[in-house]
């Protein structure tokens, strides 16, 4: 990347740059001219200069400029006129100078615009740059850095050198063009007048900039406070369980206390400086004004100087100020953008940045297929210089698995990342079936081999997405635009390619289906739910399917089949052992084991209009309750729950299980609760503010009558919620239709999750065994329907959050496994990637998958070393060396060797 950054501007927007040139110079023009209109104004229409009386009509109206005194006085004519009387001759000059202004005006839009574009392809074309060389670092840079401070730079801290390249070369121009025009004309007006207005503009020019050196500075380490502000903040989200379990939070807080602190100073004493600038900037500009009136008066009382140059002089001083402040402001500018961009450059300047050609587009690379993986004389040194694998050469054939066995600190784990070419080694090579993998490009390594490590990273989508990452390695089809779409689309290309973005249609089809050795999406679904099988990953989905809801298309198939399930469950549930396990929807019936905001409502809300936990506040749910007199009802119930709900869990810690299990208010909200509770007792239902009626009137939405058992909800009560059903349901707003769906046991309820549309229900309260028993029919029903493939597959669009992190460590391992066994690469390389499951867990899986991958090869990296007898070679690592190879029987027969040593070791510690 170019080190400075008028190199990077003028090597990619020179031409640009010399476009809008033109532009400025013919802007002067019509500025000029503009100026020197209002003098022709005054002097001769308005004073009646060139006519004899004032209804002559001598006067031409002509276009000249006059030269100064010191160049000889004389007028360039260009335009010789013809004949106006004095009135029409005014109405003409002041139309011309109208047209100036509107031509001027035009002009500086486009200029303005050409900058606009201009500034934000160079910074796309920037912000691009930057991402891709976080692509091409070297993984140990990323130990190095902080992922919050890269986004802040590419984000934030770029956006001014974007503005600022379009203002770079054609601001000073224009501006200086302004300046040096209204310096000039102020000079042919008259000489003196002319040599004040120049002093004052340098100096100026002088005394401000040397006043920002300072600002500079402190600009300076405003952006790295900032920037190390970003970093901390992130650490600390990141940290947060160990602030918590450590009891640091106060520690924390002085340390941002003290960040924040620094920054205020620094900020405080940029903006004292500012302001003082912008003071001493504007007296300078007025003080010009003072001697205009002074001299320029006294020259136009001794008759040396006119009265409509005078005027013209001071309008045109009135423009000078601005420019020549904005060209103080562009260098301040142009000296802080410039310390930017050379910080943002540093902190992405790294050694052995990976080559662009490492990263390059190939459609279709020879992969390695057979032979044999070859590691010869392979060594890493860590940035000390030591050694964390030494000279370590080992060779098997494609089909092998192996096992890579050592304690704490032996390597394993680098050498691992360096056989998947995701650390470069310091010498020796990695060859696979002939190719080098330490030369080869990504196109060859990521496809030719799999590497899930100990604490794999899923991306922010769904299951099913996280799965088919490693299948988009490059546009497989291109995607078909028609009509505007298609012209859209070319605008798009042109501008990425202006910009030096990539070129490559995100819209296009970039699986490859062929890699995972299938042929369409059916089969590719089939694929995948094979491998997540394989993966042990079937129970957490089948799970994650039944409590997601499900988008589907009224009258489908998919619809069809849960409708089905539905009736089947419907019919189990009549025999006599299954009767009492769940209370099914009935519009005629109160569901007790439903809670009280259900049973109202009789469907499930669409978004939050109908939550929960805005019920009561909801202006037609007031108005259902206030018309079938619940209101009230409501209200003592909620504040009996209140008086309820301090008795029991006054006493209680926070966190304890009660609370979760029973209460309808928080720890932090018991001293609110409270204290409506006293204001009840002191004024009655009647008088507390409508805040305090809101709480207590949702506090009965959340009752569950054979869960809580408090005895406040009686047949009476009941009932009368059944009138409320039913007036919702009637008088619902046509504007509210769509939050919210009714149960109604002949539809499909999408906004419902998959279990509840087919329960059609809820599962009683207090039945032993209950929620296992209605399970397993579950299950049982899915399975004779052959539905449980469906369940799976809205298993599989199920959002895993960041980083994973609504899936447990395990689940994430899992479905990390999974999406390498689905592109069917060479060779697999896992790095402790089952160490986060219980044992158990580590040898099912651990069969699973040799015996999926069985015929290709697999370097497996193992957290217990008894586990290396299910391989067919066992490579011992100790401090970075390879200190045994062999079979599993052979090192093991070996008394005192290394692998008894490990064995040995792991039992002790165990």
Same mark, same amino acid.
């Given at each position: 990347?170019?080190?400075?950054?008028?190199?990077?501007?003028?090597?990619?927007?020179?031409?640009?740059?010399?476009?809008?040139?033109?532009?400025?110079?013919?802007?002067?023009?019509? !500025?000029?001219?503009?100026?020197?209109?209002?003098?022709?104004?005054?002097?001769?229409?308005?004073?009646?200069?060139?006519?004899?009386?004032?209804?002559?009509?001598?006067?031409?109206?002509?276009?000249? +400029?006059?030269?100064?005194?010191?160049?000889? $006085?004389?007028?360039?004519?260009?335009?010789?006129?013809?004949?106006?009387?004095?009135?029409?001759?005014?109405?003409?000059?002041?139309?011309?100078?109208?047209?100036?202004?509107?031509?001027?005006?035009?002009?500086?839009?486009?200029?303005?615009?050409?900058?606009?574009?201009?500034?934000?392809?160079?910074?796309?074309?920037?912000?691009?740059?930057?991402?891709?060389? /976080?692509?091409?670092?070297?993984?140990?840079? +990323?130990?190095?850095?902080?992922?919050?401070?890269?986004?802040?730079?590419?984000?934030?801290? &770029?956006?001014?050198?974007?503005?600022?390249?379009?203002?770079?070369?054609?601001?000073?121009?224009?501006?200086?063009?302004?300046?040096?025009?209204?310096?000039?004309? /102020?000079?042919?007006?008259?000489?003196?007048?002319?040599?004040?207005?120049?002093?004052?503009?340098?100096?100026?020019?002088?005394?401000?900039?040397?006043?920002?050196?300072?600002?500079?500075?402190?600009?300076?380490?405003?952006? /790295?406070?900032?920037?190390?502000? @970003?970093?901390?903040?992130?650490?600390?989200?990141?940290?947060?369980?160990?602030?918590?379990?450590?009891?640091?939070?106060? !520690?924390?807080?002085?340390?941002?206390?003290?960040?924040?602190?620094?920054?205020?100073?620094?900020?405080?004493?940029?903006?004292?400086?500012?302001?003082?600038?912008?003071?001493?900037?504007?007296?300078?500009?007025?003080?010009?004004?003072?001697?205009?009136?002074?001299?320029?008066? !006294?020259?136009?009382?001794?008759?040396?100087?006119?009265?409509?140059?005078?005027?013209?002089?001071?309008? @045109?001083?009135?423009?000078?100020?601005?420019?020549?402040?904005?060209?103080?402001?562009?260098?301040?500018?142009?000296?802080?953008?410039?310390?930017? !961009?050379?910080?943002?450059?540093?902190?992405?300047?790294?050694?052995?940045?990976?080559?662009?050609?490492?990263?390059?587009?190939?459609?279709?690379?020879?992969?390695?297929?057979?032979?044999?993986?070859?590691?010869?004389?392979?060594?890493?040194?860590?940035?000390?210089?030591?050694?964390?694998?030494?000279?370590?050469?080992?060779?098997?054939?494609?089909?092998?698995?192996?096992?890579?066995?050592?304690?704490?600190?032996?390597?394993? =784990?680098?050498?691992?990342?360096?056989?998947?070419?995701?650390?470069?080694?310091?010498?020796?090579?990695?060859?696979? =079936? $002939?190719?080098?993998?330490?030369?080869?490009?990504?196109?060859?390594?990521?496809?030719?081999?799999?590497? #899930?490590?100990?604490?794999?990273?899923?991306?922010?989508?769904?299951?099913?997405?996280?799965?088919?990452?490693?299948?988009?390695?490059?546009? &497989?089809? %291109?995607?078909?635009?028609?009509?505007?779409?298609?012209?859209? +689309?070319?605008?798009?290309?042109?501008?990425?390619?202006?910009?030096?973005?990539?070129?490559?249609?995100?819209?296009?089809?970039?699986?490859?289906?062929? @890699?995972?050795?299938?042929?369409?999406?059916?089969?590719?679904?089939?694929?995948?739910?094979?491998?997540?099988?394989?993966?042990?990953?079937?129970?957490?989905?089948?799970?994650?399917?039944?409590?997601?809801?499900?988008?589907?298309?009224?009258?489908?198939?998919?619809?069809?089949?849960?409708?089905?399930?539905?009736?089947?469950?419907?019919?189990?549930?009549?025999?006599?052992?299954?009767?009492?396990?769940?209370?099914?929807?009935?519009?005629?019936?109160?569901?007790?084991?439903?809670?009280?905001?259900?049973?109202?409502?009789?469907?499930?809300?669409?978004?939050?209009?109908?939550?929960?936990? *805005?019920?009561?506040?909801?202006?037609? #749910?007031? %108005?259902?309750?206030?018309?079938?007199?619940?209101?009230?009802?409501?209200?003592?119930? $909620?504040?009996?729950?209140?008086?309820?709900?301090?008795?029991?869990?006054?006493?209680?810690?926070?966190?304890?299980?009660?609370?979760?299990? +029973?209460?309808?208010?928080?720890?932090?909200?018991?001293?609110?609760?409270?204290?409506?509770?006293?204001?009840?007792?002191?004024?009655?239902?009647?008088? /507390?503010?409508?805040?305090?009626?809101?709480?207590?009137?949702?506090?009965?939405?959340?009752?569950?009558?054979?869960?809580?058992?408090?005895?406040?909800?009686?047949?009476?009560?009941?009932?009368?919620?059944?009138?409320?059903?039913?007036?919702?349901?009637?008088?619902?707003?046509?504007?509210?239709?769509?939050?919210?769906?009714?149960?109604?046991?002949?539809?499909?309820?999408?906004?419902?999750?998959?279990?509840?549309?087919?329960?059609?229900?809820?599962?009683?309260?207090?039945?032993?065994?209950?929620?296992?028993?209605?399970?397993?029919?579950?299950?049982?029903?899915?399975?004779?329907?052959?539905?449980?493939?469906?369940?799976?597959?809205?298993?599989?669009?199920?959002?895993? =959050?960041?980083? =994973?992190?609504?899936?447990?460590?395990?689940?994430?391992?899992?479905?990390?496994?999974?999406?390498?066994?689905?592109?069917?690469?060479?060779?697999?390389?896992?790095?402790?990637?089952?160490?986060?499951?219980?044992?158990? @867990?580590? *040898?099912?899986?651990?069969?699973?998958?040799?015996?999926?991958?069985?015929?290709?090869?697999?370097?497996?990296?193992? *957290?217990?070393?008894?586990?290396?007898?299910?391989?067919?070679?066992?490579?011992?690592?100790?401090?970075?060396?390879?200190?045994?190879?062999?079979?599993?029987?052979?090192?093991?027969?070996?008394?005192?060797?290394?692998?008894?040593?490990?064995?040995?070791?792991?039992?002790?510690?165990?």
């Amino acid at each position: 990347m170019e080190r400075s950054l008028f190199g990077f501007i003028l090597k990619y927007s020179r031409k640009e740059q010399l476009l809008i040139v033109p532009l400025v110079v013919l802007s002067m023009v019509f !500025y000029y001219a503009s100026l020197d209109l209002p003098k022709m104004i005054i002097n001769q229409p308005i004073q009646g200069h060139g006519f004899a009386s004032p209804d002559a009509t001598a006067a031409f109206l002509r276009l000249h +400029f006059s030269l100064p005194d010191f160049l000889g $006085g004389a007028q360039l004519n260009l335009f010789d006129g013809f004949a106006l009387e004095r009135t029409s001759y005014l109405i003409a000059l002041t139309l011309t100078f109208l047209a100036l202004i509107i031509i001027s005006g035009l002009i500086k839009l486009r200029i303005n615009t050409m900058k606009g574009w201009m500034g934000e392809r160079m910074l796309r074309r920037l912000r691009y740059y930057l991402f891709d060389h /976080i692509l091409r670092f070297p993984l140990p840079t +990323f130990r190095r850095v902080k992922s919050a401070e890269m986004a802040t730079m590419i984000k934030d801290e &770029v956006e001014p050198m974007g503005g600022f390249v379009g203002e770079a070369i054609i601001t000073p121009l224009y501006l200086g063009g302004q300046a040096l025009t209204a310096l000039f004309f /102020i000079l042919f007006q008259h000489i003196y007048l002319g040599l004040v207005a120049f002093a004052m503009v340098v100096l100026q020019a002088v005394i401000i900039p040397k006043m920002r050196l300072r600002l500079l500075a402190l600009s300076k380490e405003r952006q /790295i406070a900032a920037r190390q502000l @970003a970093g901390r903040v992130a650490e600390s989200v990141d940290g947060v369980i160990e602030i918590h379990a450590h009891d640091t939070a106060n !520690y924390e807080r002085a340390e941002m206390s003290a960040r924040l602190g620094r920054l205020f100073r620094i900020r405080f004493e940029y903006y004292q400086r500012k302001f003082m600038i912008k003071f001493l900037n504007n007296l300078l500009s007025q003080i010009t004004p003072f001697l205009f009136y002074l001299v320029g008066g !006294y020259l136009a009382i001794v008759g040396r100087l006119d009265i409509g140059a005078l005027v013209a002089v001071i309008a @045109a001083y009135k423009d000078l100020p601005g420019p020549v402040k904005e060209l103080i402001d562009w260098d301040q500018e142009r000296m802080d953008t410039s310390i930017k !961009y050379a910080q943002v450059i540093e902190q992405f300047s790294v050694d052995d940045l990976a080559p662009e050609s490492q990263l390059e587009l190939i459609d279709a690379p020879e992969l390695p297929v057979q032979g044999s993986l070859r590691v010869h004389n392979l060594s890493l040194l860590d940035e000390s210089g030591s050694k964390i694998i030494d000279s370590v050469t080992f060779e098997f054939p494609l089909e092998a698995h192996v096992a890579i066995v050592g304690s704490g600190g032996a390597g394993a =784990g680098e050498l691992a990342m360096l056989m998947a070419r995701l650390l470069v080694p310091s010498s020796g090579g990695v060859e696979m =079936g $002939g190719v080098d993998l330490t030369r080869a490009p990504e196109a060859v390594t990521g496809r030719a081999t799999g590497y #899930v490590g100990a604490v794999a990273y899923l991306f922010p989508i769904s299951v099913r997405d996280n799965l088919l990452y490693g299948l988009k390695h490059r546009p &497989v089809c %291109e995607a078909v635009y028609e009509g505007e779409d298609q012209r859209t +689309f070319e605008r798009r290309m042109r501008e990425a390619v202006r910009a030096g973005n990539c070129t490559l249609d995100i819209e296009a089809q970039w699986l490859d289906y062929a @890699a995972a050795g299938v042929a369409d999406d059916k089969a590719m679904e089939k694929r995948i739910l094979e491998i997540v099988r394989t993966v042990d990953l079937e129970e957490t989905l089948f799970e994650i399917g039944l409590r997601s809801a499900v988008e589907t298309q009224s009258g489908s198939h998919q619809e069809q089949s849960i409708l089905r399930a539905r009736e089947t469950m419907r019919a189990r549930l009549r025999q006599p052992e299954l009767m009492e396990l769940v209370e099914q929807f009935d519009v005629s019936r109160y569901n007790r084991n439903a809670t009280m905001a259900e049973n109202l409502l009789f469907g499930t809300p669409v978004g939050k209009v109908f939550n929960s936990e *805005n019920l009561a506040m909801h202006p037609y #749910v007031r %108005e259902v309750l206030d018309k079938t007199g619940l209101t009230e009802d409501l209200l003592r119930v $909620g504040h009996k729950l209140a008086e309820t709900m301090l008795e029991l869990f006054s006493d209680l810690p926070p966190g304890h299980e009660l609370f979760e299990r +029973f209460s309808f208010i928080a720890y932090d909200d018991l001293p609110q609760v409270k204290d409506i509770v006293t204001r009840v007792t002191a004024t009655g239902l009647d008088r /507390i503010p409508e805040p305090d009626r809101n709480l207590l009137l949702g506090l009965p939405f959340k009752m569950v009558v054979t869960k809580h058992r408090l005895g406040l909800i009686d047949e009476d009560l009941e009932g009368r919620i059944l009138q409320a059903r039913h007036y919702f349901a009637s008088n619902l707003p046509p504007a509210l239709h769509d939050a919210i769906e009714f149960f109604d046991v002949e539809k499909f309820n999408s906004a419902a999750s998959l279990q509840d549309n087919i329960l059609f229900g809820k599962i009683a309260t207090g039945q032993a065994g209950g929620t296992s028993k209605i399970g397993e029919l579950l299950r049982r029903i899915l399975d004779e329907l052959e539905l449980r493939d469906m369940v799976l597959t809205v298993g599989l669009d199920f959002q895993v =959050g960041t980083g =994973g992190s609504r899936l447990s460590p395990p689940d994430r391992q899992k479905v990390a496994l999974a999406r390498a066994l689905l592109k069917q690469p060479t060779l697999l390389i896992l790095d402790q990637t089952t160490a986060v499951l219980d044992p158990q @867990a580590q *040898n099912r899986l651990l069969q699973s998958v040799l015996q999926s991958r069985k015929g290709r090869a697999v370097v497996w990296v193992l *957290n217990r070393v008894e586990q290396a007898k299910q391989f067919e070679q066992v490579l011992v690592l100790e401090r970075g060396r390879l200190v045994d190879q062999g079979s599993y029987a052979q090192l093991a027969a070996r008394d005192g060797g290394p692998l008894n040593l490990l064995l040995n070791a792991g039992k002790q510690s165990a």
